[in-house]
């Protein structure tokens, strides 16, 4: 195991080595100067640029797309969470339901929370009717 680990080092450092050999040649074939290669250059140059202009609007864009969609999914979010429920709880022993008013988030199995602040539990023996919740 060690074996395949130094191997696959030292082929690595060899690859980085060949590589940084062929990019410094190349800078060297290119060290002439004339009319024509500092054009050739000048075009090359411009066109880095204009694809690194491109690049950087492009990023820019999708930034912009990518924060203005998590926004929109976390008001969409809240709005939903925000939709008053009412909530009437039928009792064994009385003939008329209770009637509460909660917020969607705040509704639990078993348990809610009302919109001025009251914590409800419901007993085994309540039968709760959602009214206003869609699915």
Avoid: C
Avoid at 34 to 49: A, C, F, L, Q
Avoid at 75 to 98: C, E, G, K, M
């Amino acid at each position: 195991m060690l074996s395949k680990l130094l191997l696959t080092t030292v082929v690595i450092i060899g690859a980085f080595f060949v590589l940084r050999q062929r990019h410094i040649q190349s800078e060297n074939a290119a060290a002439p100067k004339s009319i024509t290669v500092d054009k050739d250059r000048e075009k090359i140059s411009s066109g880095k640029d204009e694809l690194a202009a491109d690049l950087r609007v492009g990023a820019y864009i999708f930034l912009v797309l990518m924060v203005g969609l998590g926004a929109s999914l976390y008001y969409f979010d809240w709005q939903d969470d925000h939709i008053v429920l009412t909530i009437n709880l039928h009792r064994d022993n009385q003939s008329a339901p209770v009637s509460y008013e909660v917020y969607k988030y705040q509704l639990e199995e078993r348990s809610f929370v009302t919109i001025d602040g009251r914590s409800i539990a419901v007993a085994s023996n309540e039968r709760m009717e959602i009214i206003g919740l869609d699915n």
